[in-house]
Each structure stands twice: as structure tokens, then as C-alpha cells.
């Protein structure tokens, strides 16, 4: 083998390294069956898990914007909660709570595989009675509204929940021009993140915008 493979292999185990994440293997039974066709594209111990979205491309722009050490760190429309166990295990949040109106058993599980407590709750933002407050309350040093403000119907509601944090970090559907207008008639500067894409295999796709909005 001559040097050039030597550096090429190299750099190929480097990169393959950097874009995994490892558990302890004997919590590999408990991963969720995530199939191709899911939302996360993830390499967990080598097992890669395809999807339509590189959570790594997502997770190297949220981990190098913020220092999330110590910090209670509320996240909205989690999901399979990725973001939230991230957060909690690799950048010291206090605390993490992650909410969504799916079924929160996989993202349960998945926080479990990595031996991270996240609290969980389920809860609909278009719930007529949904009483903010008193179900997730205002004591967050930080909240996650990464791509589901499209989805939320009642969005004067929503948003004007949210406007009684100092810092989200966001990502929309709309072009970053109108994210930052419409945070901006709220009172809130910005700081563009990164954009990630849609669409692992075909960087072409529509990219959005991961934007820090604070006040
Ligand atoms: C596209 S996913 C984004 C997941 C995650 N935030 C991320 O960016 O990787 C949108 C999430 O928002 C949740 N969601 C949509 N509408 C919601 C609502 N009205 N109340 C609570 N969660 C909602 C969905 O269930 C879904 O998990």
C-alpha cells in the first residue's frame, strides 16, 4: 500500500468516524426500527439508518452554535428527539425536555439506547385548551423550534408563546429573509447558523436557514 492509500484510507476512517454516533452496544437492541424512508439519516455504531435528512449536517451547525452547558433547554416538535439527547449528553444542558403530539415511545427508547434522561412531553400546540404555561411553562434558557412553525395552524398563538423566550433557535420553510422579518416585528435579532438540506443524496434540494433569534 503506498502512502497515497495510507492518507486516502485515512481520511475515509476519519470521516466515517466523525459522522457516527456510538452507544454501548448492548443497548443496540433497543434502537428503534428506524427504515429507509424516515426523516433522520443517522450512522449509530455503523449501523446506518437512512432517511431524508443528515441529522449529522444538522447537528455540526447546532453544536458549535451555543454554549448549552448548564443550561434548560426546551425542545419543540422533538420528534424521535435526536436534538434533545444530543443536547443533553454530548453538550451539557441541565435539563432538556422535549415535546411533540406524536407518540413519544421512540424517542423514549432512543433516549434510554443512550443512556440520557430527557423529559418528555406530549402535547398538541393547535389544542384549543392548550394552556402553555401551565404544561411547559417559561423557565427555559433556550428553545428548539426547528422546522415545525409550517405545521402549527394556529401560528399568532404559537408565536406569541414563543416570544416570551430570549433565544430560539429556529429553522423554517420560509426563505431565511422572512423567518428574520418576522422575528424581527417581534422584538428579536438574528444570527444565521448554517442551512441544512432536505434530501441527503441530493444536495441540490431545498436548503433552510438554522437561525439563533434572541433579545
Ligand atoms: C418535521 S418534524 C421536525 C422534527 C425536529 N424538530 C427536527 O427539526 O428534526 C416536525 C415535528 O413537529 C411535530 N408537530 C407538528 N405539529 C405539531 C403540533 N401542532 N403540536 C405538536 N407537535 C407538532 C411533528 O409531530 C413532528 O415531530
Same mark, same amino acid.
Given at each position: 500500500m503506498n502512502i497515497r492509500n495510507i492518507l486516502f484510507l485515512a481520511c475515509f476512517v476519519f470521516f466515517q468516524s466523525s459522522c457516527n454516533f456510538f452507544i454501548?452496544?448492548?443497548?443496540?437492541?433497543?434502537?428503534?426500527?428506524?427504515?429507509?424512508?424516515?426523516y433522520y439519516d443517522i450512522t449509530i455504531n455503523g449501523i446506518h439508518f437512512g432517511g431524508s435528512r443528515s441529522w449529522i449536517e444538522r447537528w455540526d451547525i447546532i453544536k458549535k452554535?451555543?454554549?448549552?452547558?448548564?443550561l434548560k433547554v426546551l425542545d419543540l416538535g422533538?420528534?424521535?428527539?435526536f436534538n434533545s439527547i444530543c443536547i443533553k449528553k454530548y453538550r451539557g444542558a441541565q435539563s432538556v425536555t422535549g415535546v411533540d403530539y406524536q407518540s413519544l415511545d421512540q424517542a423514549k427508547i432512543l433516549a434510554q439506547a443512550f443512556e440520557t434522561d430527557v423529559n418528555f412531553i406530549f402535547a398538541n !400546540? @393547535?389544542? *384549543?385548551?392548550?394552556d402553555y404555561e401551565a404544561l411547559?411553562? !417559561? @423557565?427555559? *434558557?433556550i428553545v428548539f423550534c426547528m422546522s415545525l412553525f409550517h405545521w402549527v395552524h394556529n401560528k399568532d398563538r404559537f408565536l406569541a408563546y414563543l416570544?416570551?423566550?430570549?433565544?430560539i433557535i429556529f429553522e423554517g420553510h420560509q426563505p431565511a429573509e422572512v423567518e428574520i422579518e418576522r422575528f424581527k416585528k417581534l422584538g428579536y435579532q438574528s444570527k444565521i447558523l448554517g442551512t441544512s438540506y432536505t434530501g441527503v443524496h441530493q444536495m441540490t434540494e431545498k436548503g433552510r436557514t438554522i437561525i439563533l433569534f434572541y433579545k
Open positions: 454501548n452496544p448492548e443497548n443496540v437492541p433497543l434502537l428503534p426500527l428506524m427504515k429507509e424512508g424516515n452554535s451555543y454554549d448549552y452547558r448548564g422533538c420528534f424521535l428527539g !400546540f @393547535d389544542d *384549543d385548551n392548550i411547559l411553562g !417559561f @423557565d427555559y *434558557d416570544s416570551k423566550f430570549n433565544k
